[in-house]
T-cell receptor
Framework: GAGVSQSPSNKVTEKGKDVELRCDPISGHTALYWYRQRLGQGLEFLIY????????KSGLPSDRFSAERTGESVSTLTIQRTQQEDSAVYLCASSLRATLLGNEQFFGPGTRLTVL | SQQGEEDPQALSIQEGENATMNCSYKTSINNLQWYRQNSGRGLVHLIL?????REKHSGRLRVTLDTSKKSSSLLITASRAADTASYFCATDRGSGNTPLVFGKGTRLSVIA
């Protein structure tokens, strides 16, 4: 597609429920990232996929958070037993194959999650 | 942890004035990027400056990098109301295509 897409754009859920957030990266981008942004804050790194390598999960805040990626395409971020502090905008980004020169990351519009 | 810290947190200027935002970081980097965010949603890449560069221009944007002070600045010249947004600096972790570490951002308001 033309850009990174995410769905849903907004999600309201009750505390304790599970949610799944989806990200479709730009075709051909091997790297995919999930970030979380709380209101008025910067972005917090959650997890990073690069090709067929094991994902970097070092940013996941708890074992309630997990993510999967199918090959070099769609990724889903799952939050189990949601808590009110999980309320945030969840942003997905993708970029081209890794180089030491660095790569621009292309961001999706985000999913705004509200946990009541 | 957040490596980049922007300063000021908020900036309000008149249309036509220049806006300067600063960013400091803590560890060695390969490159530093600036992003813009409208309305708290997706970010848009503005410019990337490598650690061996000192200054870079793109249209009305000018970015400087001082690796000895671990700081960068973003200058927007002749600001427009449409420049109103949050601006974030982001650094890599020194090994290529790694997750970016973002600061908390500067909220710029350009008043027409």
């Amino acid at each position: 597609g033309a850009g990174v897409s995410q769905s849903p754009s907004n999600k309201v859920t009750e505390k304790g429920k599970d949610v799944e957030l989806r990200c479709d990266p730009i075709s051909g981008h091997t790297a995919l990232y999930w970030y979380r942004q709380r209101l008025g804050q910067g972005l917090e790194f959650l997890i990073y996929f690069q090709g067929n390598s094991a994902p970097d999960k070092s940013g996941l805040p708890s074992d309630r958070f997990s993510a999967e990626r199918t090959g070099e395409s769609v990724s889903t971020l799952t939050i189990q037993r949601t808590q009110q502090e999980d309320s945030a905008v969840y942003l997905c980004a993708s970029s081209l194959r890794a180089t030491l020169l660095g790569n621009e990351q292309f961001f999706g519009p985000g999913t705004r999650l509200t946990v009541l | 942890s957040q490596q980049g810290e922007e300063d000021p947190q908020a900036l309000s200027i008149q249309e036509g004035e220049n806006a300067t935002m600063n960013c400091s970081y803590k560890t060695s980097i390969n490159n530093l990027q600036w992003y813009r965010q409208n309305s708290g949603r997706g970010l848009v890449h503005l410019i990337l400056i490598r650690s061996n560069e000192r200054e870079k221009h793109s249209g009305r944007l000018r970015v400087t990098l001082d690796t000895s002070k671990k700081s960068s600045s973003l200058l927007i010249t002749a600001s427009r109301a449409a420049d109103t947004a949050s601006y974030f600096c982001a650094t890599d972790r020194g090994s290529g295509n790694t997750p970016l570490v973002f600061g908390k951002g500067t909220r710029l308001s350009v008043i027409a």
